[in-house]
Every structure is written in structure tokens, then in C-alpha cells.
């Protein structure tokens, strides 16, 4: 992943804490990140947009 651009990291909901360590991880990297609260499939459920591929 290119270190110039912003990451977000987010897991299957907001109780999940594995998106809290890729955070903590990718912070000392030097990566610019944010969690995102909710979790994808909040997300998705919302109707906000989203990019998949396959």
C-alpha cells in the first residue's frame, strides 16, 4: 500500500477489535489511518458507498 494515502481500517461490526490493533499497527508504519466505527457490512447497510472487486 502506498504510504501517501490515507487508509481506513474497519472490521465485521463495532465490538470487533481487530480493526483497533490494524490501526495501532499501521500508525507505526508511518501510515496516515482511521477506523471506521460501525464495521462494513453497517456501512454497506446504510447505503454508503462502496468499491468490491473480485
Excluded: H, T
Aim: proline share 7%; hydrophobic share 35%.
Amino acid at each position: 500500500m502506498p504510504q501517501n494515502r490515507e487508509v481506513i481500517a474497519y472490521c465485521r461490526g463495532p465490538y470487533c477489535v481487530y480493526s483497533l490493533d490494524a490501526v495501532a499497527r499501521l500508525r507505526r508504519s508511518g501510515f496516515k489511518v482511521r477506523r471506521l466505527e460501525d464495521g462494513y457490512p453497517e456501512w454497506k447497510a446504510a447505503g454508503f458507498p462502496v468499491e468490491e472487486s473480485l
